[in-house]
C-alpha cells in the first residue's frame, strides 16, 4: 500500500524566492497525494518554532537541502537542521537531497557525499532557463518518491 511521504524544506531566508519556485514544480506531487511538503513558513503565531522546525525534521522521510554560500553560513542550519539531516540519512530513516542553488564551495561539507541535483551538481542559478533545471530536480525527487512510497 503507498504511503504519503513528508518532505522537510531546509534553506536559508536569502533563497526564499529560489524555495518557493521549486515549490511551485513539486506541485504534481502534492496534487497526487504522494507528498506533503513542510517549510518554516509554515510556523503559525504562537508556536514554538524552533520545537515544530525540530519534530518536523525528526518526521520526514525525504529532507530537501537547498545549497548556498547563505545555507552554508546559516549557525542554525549548522548547528541543528544540517546535524539532525545527516543524522537520520545515516540511520536511514530519512533520505536527504542536496539540491544546489547557488555556486558556493560545499566539497567538505556533511552532504558532500550525498547525489546533489541537478544533475552534475550545477547550480540552479546558472541555468539560462532555471524551470529547467526545476523540472529535472522535480523528476528526480518524483523518482525517490515512487521509489520510496511503494508508487
Not at 77 to 89: C, P, V
Amino acid at each position: 500500500m503507498p504511503k504519503q511521504l513528508r518532505l522537510f524544506l531546509s534553506y536559508a531566508h536569502e533563497d526564499e524566492a529560489m524555495k518557493n519556485q521549486l515549490d511551485k514544480h513539486l506541485v504534481m506531487l502534492k496534487r497526487s497525494g504522494k507528498v506533503q511538503v513542510w517549510q518554516d513558513r509554515q510556523v503559525m503565531a504562537g508556536q514554538e518554532w524552533d520545537a515544530l522546525i525540530l519534530k518536523e525534521l525528526q518526521e520526514a522521510d525525504i529532507i530537501l537541502l537547498l545549497i548556498s554560500v547563505d545555507f552554508n553560513n546559516s549557525q542554525y542550519i549548522w548547528d541543528k537542521e544540517l546535524k539532525i539531516a545527516i543524522e537520520r540519512h545515516d540511520a536511514g530513516t530519512a533520505r536527504v537531497i542536496p539540491i544546489i542553488l547557488r555556486p558556493c564551495e560545499w566539497s567538505e561539507m556533511p552532504y558532500a557525499k550525498l547525489q546533489a541535483l541537478p544533475t552534475g551538481a550545477l547550480p540552479v542559478s546558472t541555468f539560462e532557463n532555471p524551470d529547467l533545471a526545476y523540472t529535472e530536480i522535480a523528476k528526480q525527487i518524483r523518482g525517490v518518491v515512487d521509489y520510496l512510497g511503494g508508487y
